[in-house]
């Protein structure tokens, strides 16, 4: 593992550059212009075509991007990456038959990786995570989200959520963590849903929160998971202390979780296969992203699409992430995911690069530092050896990245 503080400065003139479309909003020229990015002490100092590159930082010293198209930092903004073990087993048992909600009835799901997360100490669960996490890095990922949510007692949300913040220091990348001890029913409170709620509201969000550990709170409100009052019970809870919500709504079912989601000014709204129009019609008027999973959509073999069309009519700002969790989204490639959002789900190639930058820093609350390279933003950009935005998309298995800014330091491609 290389140390953040180990990568070379990214400080200086990029040059030889090609901005893909919405790369930088408002001073975007095509991508057949030279573009060329400004970038003192870690920030973006400048951003537009060469031919206009101010006097100023013509003398800074220089970084060749070889005709590279260059993008935003990308932003997977909506991951459980770290948990102990893994769920093969269940990949088999799906093949043989079994649906997803079955398996979680069997004792398999979410409760078998709460287990084997329990067992795993924090050092263990960083170790687990941290090869998970390089993965992603490697795609251009800039800012993560990471949730808790497979410890479901406070000392193993805990140590969840510590991990994620170790991992974004040793790497020296975003990380926002959301607790979600909403994720399930833990076995000790067996039919006592509403004490568990009560822990969850009581105790180990105060608590976790007081310890700096929680950016956001996200519940998982679904049949096989808690109700509508649970969830507005948990958003209650993070409104009282200051806290952004999320959820993971309308996935297997309409549970009505979107409109309550908007009521409480949620920043995303994530799954979203069975949203409903008046789901949609709230979204939009609380500005919510809508986060699209198409890895957990495509290993659940789902059939019922969310409603993208209806969506994007109301313009509700759609994001797209790996969802990577050990039990419907082993996924660790944000590219693979723009490639299934476009072929499974028909978003067009520019929905799905501002759905991994744009959009998805919006969804984590991001926009002022991430999801675009823009003027006095922290320096998070990737170079493409692609010659055209399309094939971010269209390549699946390959990973065309030449060079990676990341939080104003050159992460992959430094030149020796
Ligand atoms: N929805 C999902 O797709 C994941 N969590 C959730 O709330 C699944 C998590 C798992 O199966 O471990
Ligand atoms: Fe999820």
Not at 32 to 51: L, M, N, P, Y
Not at 199 to 218: I, K, T, Y
Not at 305 to 314: C, D, H, M, S, T
Request: charged residues 20%.
């Amino acid at each position: 593992m290389t140390s953040a503080s180990t990568f070379p400065s990214a400080d200086g003139l990029w040059t030889g550059l090609r901005l893909a479309p919405g790369a930088a909003p408002g001073t975007t020229p095509d991508a057949d212009t030279e573009a060329a990015i400004a970038v003192a002490e870690g920030t973006v100092r400048w951003v537009g075509a060469r031919s206009a590159l101010p006097a100023e930082f013509a003398g800074l010293p220089p970084h060749d991007g070889g005709g590279a198209l260059v993008t935003p930092g990308l932003v997977d903004c909506h991951t459980h990456l770290v948990y102990g073990g893994q769920r093969a087993n269940e990949f088999a048992m799906r093949l043989a038959g079994a649906s997803y909600e079955e398996v979680a009835k069997a004792g398999g799901g979410i409760v078998s990786s709460v287990r084997a997360t329990r067992e795993a100490d924090e050092d263990a669960l960083f170790a687990q995570a941290a090869p998970r996490l390089e993965q992603l890095l490697a795609d251009g990922v800039c800012a993560i989200e990471i949730k808790s949510g497979y410890g479901l007692a406070l000392e193993h949300e805990r140590k969840q959520l510590r991990v994620a913040r170790r991992l974004g220091e040793a790497y020296g990348v975003t990380v926002r963590t959301t607790f979600l001890g909403a994720h399930a029913l833990p076995p000790e409170y067996a039919g006592r849903s509403g004490d568990y709620i009560d822990l969850v509201c009581n105790e180990m969000l105060p608590a976790l929160a007081a310890e700096g550990l929680v950016d956001a709170v996200d519940v998982f409100c679904e049949r096989i998971a808690f109700t509508l009052a649970e969830t507005e019970q948990v958003f209650q809870a993070a409104k009282a202390l200051g806290l952004p919500v999320k959820l993971h709504a309308e996935q297997l079912s309409d549970m009505g979780g979107a409109a309550l989601a908007a009521r409480y000014g949620a920043l995303s709204c994530d799954h979203i296969e069975h949203l409903s129009a008046q789901g949609i019609e709230a979204m939009r008027q609380s500005g919510t992203v809508a986060v699209l999973l198409p890895g957990a959509y495509y290993t659940l073999r789902d059939t019922h699409l969310p409603p993208i069309e209806a969506l994007r009519a109301a313009g509700v700002p759609m994001a797209v992430s790996t969802d990577h969790n050990p039990g419907t989204s082993p996924a660790l490639s944000l590219l693979l995911m723009m490639n299934m959002a476009c072929t499974l789900f028909r978003l067009t190639v520019p929905e799905a690069v501002a759905g991994v930058t744009l959009h998805a820093a919006r969804a984590l609350g991001l926009q002022k530092t991430h999801g675009a390279i823009a003027e006095g933003m922290p320096a998070n950009f990737v170079l493409w050896n692609v010659r055209d935005a399309a094939e971010l998309a269209y390549w699946f298995g390959q990973r065309p990245v030449r060079t990676v800014v990341r939080q104003g330091r050159i992460a992959v491609g430094a030149a020796q």
